[in-house]
T-cell receptor
Framework: GAGVSQSPSNKVTEKGKDVELRCDPISGHTALYWYRQSLGQGLEFLIYFQGNSAPDKSGLPSDRFSAERTGGSVSTLTIQRTQQEDSAVYLC??????????????FGQGTRLTVV | GENVEQHPSTLSVQEGDSAVIKCTYSDSASNYFPWYKQELGKRPQLIIDIRSNVGEKKDQRIAVTLNKTAKHFSLHITETQPEDSAVYFCAASIGQAGTALIFGKGTTLSVSS
């Protein structure tokens, strides 16, 4: 696609339910990132994929959070047993990585998650 | 873990003044330092970036400087305009893969006319 696409754009869920957030990166981008942005706050790093593997999962806040990426493309972020503090905008970004040199990351429009 | 510190958290300037935002990073292997601008309700977008083999880069009213020894880098905006008002994030590439981007907590810049 032309840019990073995330779905859904908005999600309201009841406390305790599981949610899945989807990210479609730019075609050919090997690196994929998930960040969380609470209202008026910064970009909290969650997880990073290089291809299908996740060399850095250090940002996942708890074991209720997991992410996977298949086929080196689409990624899903799953939050189990959602809590109200999970409410935030979840941003996905992708970049064309050249060996070990960082490159520009392009962001999706985000998924606004509200846990009620 | 590796982190990026950004200061100040808020910055208010008069139109036409300069604005400077500073960041420090902890991973000496970091090789890429982008700056993103996020307008209200929009996604972050890259405005300028610098690599570790360069000390300074300019693009019109925006410049970034990098001091690898001290592990800090700065964003300079000259002749600020109201449309520069936004949240600015610095980032550094970290990790063994050298490419995971860790962001600072952001600076809210307000330019008043």
């Amino acid at each position: 696609g032309a840019g990073v696409s995330q779905s859904p754009s908005n999600k309201v869920t009841e406390k305790g339910k599981d949610v899945e957030l989807r990210c479609d990166p730019i075609s050919g981008h090997t690196a994929l990132y998930w960040y969380r942005q609470s209202l008026g706050q910064g970009l909290e790093f969650l997880i990073y994929f290089q291809g299908n593997s996740a060399p850095d999962k250090s940002g996942l806040p708890s074991d209720r959070f997991s992410a996977e990426r298949t086929g080196g493309s689409v990624s899903t972020l799953t939050i189990q047993r959602t809590q109200q503090e999970d409410s935030a905008v979840y941003l996905c970004a992708s970049s064309l990585v050249q060996r070990t040199v960082g490159t520009e990351a392009f962001f999706g429009q985000g998924t606004r998650l509200t846990v009620v | 873990g590796e982190n990026v510190e950004q200061h100040p958290s808020t910055l208010s300037v008069q139109e036409g003044d300069s604005a400077v935002i500073k960041c420090t990073y902890s991973d000496s292997a970091s090789n890429y330092f982008p700056w993103y601008k996020q307008e209200l309700g929009k996604r972050p977008q890259l405005i300028i970036d610098i690599r570790s083999n360069v000390g300074e880069k300019k693009d019109q009213r925006i410049a970034v400087t990098l001091n690898k020894t001290a592990k800090h880098f700065s964003l300079h905006i000259t002749e600020t305009q109201p449309e520069d008002s936004a949240v600015y994030f610095c980032a550094a590439s970290i990790g063994q893969a050298g490419t995971a981007l860790i962001f600072g907590k952001g600076t809210t810049l307000s330019v008043s006319s």
